[in-house]
Nanobody, 123 residues
Framework: VQLVESGGGLVQAGGSLTLSCAAS????????IGWFRQAPGKEREFVSE????????DYDDSVKGRFTMSRDNAKNTAYLQMNSLKPEDTAVYYC?????????????????WGQGTQVTVPS
C-alpha cells in the first residue's frame, strides 16, 4: 500500500487542522493506520493509531482529548482531526500502515510510510 499525507499547514495556537492519509492499492482495509510525528532534532514518535475496521483507536497521552483519528475504507483514506493545537505539536506528520492483529506503537511494525506533511504552530 502506498500512502500520501495532506492537510498540513501553519495554524495559530488553539486552532485546528485535519490531516488526510490517502492510500493506493487494494489492501488499505487490511491494515491498521498510524500517525507519527518528527520534530527537528528529535526522534519520530507515535501519535495515534486506528485498527483496520475503525473500531479501536490508541493515542499518545500528549494528544489524547485533542486529536481524533478516523478512517473511511470505502475512500481508502484515514484522517487525523487535530484540535487545540499547541506549539509543541509542530512537526512533520507521517502516516503508516501496519498489518497487525492488535494495535501497536512500534515503528518497526509499520511497513509502508508516506512522505510526511508539515504542521507548524507558532509560539
Amino acid at each position: 500500500v502506498q500512502l500520501v499525507e495532506s492537510g498540513g499547514g501553519l495554524v495559530q495556537a488553539g486552532g485546528s487542522l485535519t490531516l488526510s492519509c490517502a492510500a493506493s492499492g487494494n489492501t488499505f482495509n487490511l491494515n491498521a493506520i498510524g500517525w507519527f510525528r518528527q520534530a527537528p532534532g528529535k526522534e519520530r514518535e507515535f501519535v495515534s493509531e486506528i485498527s483496520w475496521n475503525g473500531l479501536s483507536t490508541d493515542y499518545d497521552d500528549s494528544v489524547k482529548g485533542r486529536f481524533t483519528m478516523s478512517r473511511d475504507n470505502a475512500k481508502n483514506t484515514a484522517y487525523l482531526q487535530m484540535n487545540s493545537l499547541k506549539p509543541e505539536d509542530t512537526a512533520v506528520y507521517y502516516c503508516a500502515a501496519a498489518n497487525v492483529a492488535d494495535l501497536t506503537r512500534y515503528l518497526a511494525d509499520f511497513h509502508s510510510w508516506g512522505q510526511g506533511t508539515q504542521v507548524t504552530v507558532p509560539s
